[in-house]
């Protein structure tokens, strides 16, 4: 083989080593965390109010971040809805990326079972920004003292595997 060629095939062979790795890193899915969301900027009702986010309730907490405008968070809403009636230990809270008050408001006229879950916005992705958030949706599991504890990137499978690993988590966060 001449030097051209192996030189050429060791290129190849790097490439595709490091292709897998690059892909794993970017799929979506769980990973753990612990960081301190208490004292995160303030977010706004849908109808323009700001109100702090609290997430140090003592109450493990779900926060989930979507946009209207995102087809896999739209997907996932009546599923989140039905995750938080079966768990109603577990706070559910929705924040979404929208930037048009109006526009999202009429989303949530259209869409009834977004009634059952609370609704913030951060139209300024200033939450999204100090949480190193770069996409949606993305969901959070929160302890009681505040404390993240678990992310999911991408869409939630709530009925299935990701429904499975958010129940493991809790009970790992609450053990009675």
Do not use: K, N
């Amino acid at each position: 083989m001449t030097l051209f060629r192996s030189l050429s095939l060791a290129l190849l062979l790097g490439l595709l080593g490091l292709r897998p790795y690059q892909a794993a890193a970017a799929m979506p899915g769980w990973s753990r965390q612990s960081h301190d969301l208490r004292g995160l900027p303030a977010v706004l009702t849908p109808d323009g109010r700001t109100v702090p986010l609290e997430l140090a309730a003592g109450q493990t907490t779900l926060l989930h971040f979507w946009a209207s405008w995102c087809a896999p968070c739209l997907e996932e809403l009546p599923a989140l809805a039905a995750l938080a009636q079966a768990h109603p230990a577990l706070r559910v809270l929705t924040l979404s990326e929208d930037r048009d008050p109006v526009a999202l408001r009429r989303f949530l006229t259209r869409h009834p079972h977004t009634a059952a879950l609370p609704v913030y916005v951060d139209p300024q992705r200033r939450l999204a920004h100090t949480l190193g958030l770069d996409s949606v949706p993305v969901t959070l599991v929160v302890d009681g003292q505040g404390r993240e504890r678990a992310r999911l990137t991408g869409p939630g499978r709530w009925q299935d595997a990701d429904g499975a690993h958010l129940a493991a988590i809790l009970r790992d966060l609450d053990p009675r």
